[in-house]
């Protein structure tokens, strides 16, 4: 099982960009999935998840700019990121509670991140 996530980049102040990020493998099915970022020397914290219940949560200090979707037949999620201030500026990752095939329980997936550098 792997997330592949892309998207990430330059933009100046006030730009706007989407991350996505697909799994692939063999998966039976897939729960939450979400975005989180993290700065050298800090802890990775959550930025938006999408439940399978079609429920979002976003952290407060993108709610109003960020917006997550799903794909479900493609297994993707996306983040639209709009009005995009410099201390945007991270690594992100996304991830999936994911049930593989053959196996009983759901195991948390990392993709391997995306670089978002916002300039002023």
């Known amino acids: 099982v792997q997330l592949q996530a892309s998207g990430g980049g330059l933009v100046q102040a006030g730009g706007s960009l989407r991350l996505s990020c697909v799994a692939s493998?063999?998966?039976?099915?897939?729960?939450?999935m979400g975005w989180y970022r993290q700065a050298p020397g800090k802890q990775r914290e959550l930025v938006a998840t999408?439940?399978?219940?079609?429920?979002?949560v976003y952290a407060d200090s993108v709610k109003g700019r960020f917006t997550i979707s799903r794909d479900y037949r493609a297994r993707t999620v996306h983040l639209q990121m709009n009005s995009l201030k410099p201390e945007d500026t991270d690594m992100y990752y996304c991830?999936?509670?994911?049930?593989?095939?053959?196996?009983?329980?759901?195991?948390?997936?990392w993709g391997q991140g995306t670089q978002v550098t916002v300039s002023s």
């Open positions: 493998g063999s998966i039976l099915s897939i729960g939450d």
């Open positions: 991830n999936a509670d994911i049930r593989r095939l053959g196996r009983a329980g759901s195991e948390t997936y």
């Open positions: 999408a439940t399978t219940g079609s429920r979002t």
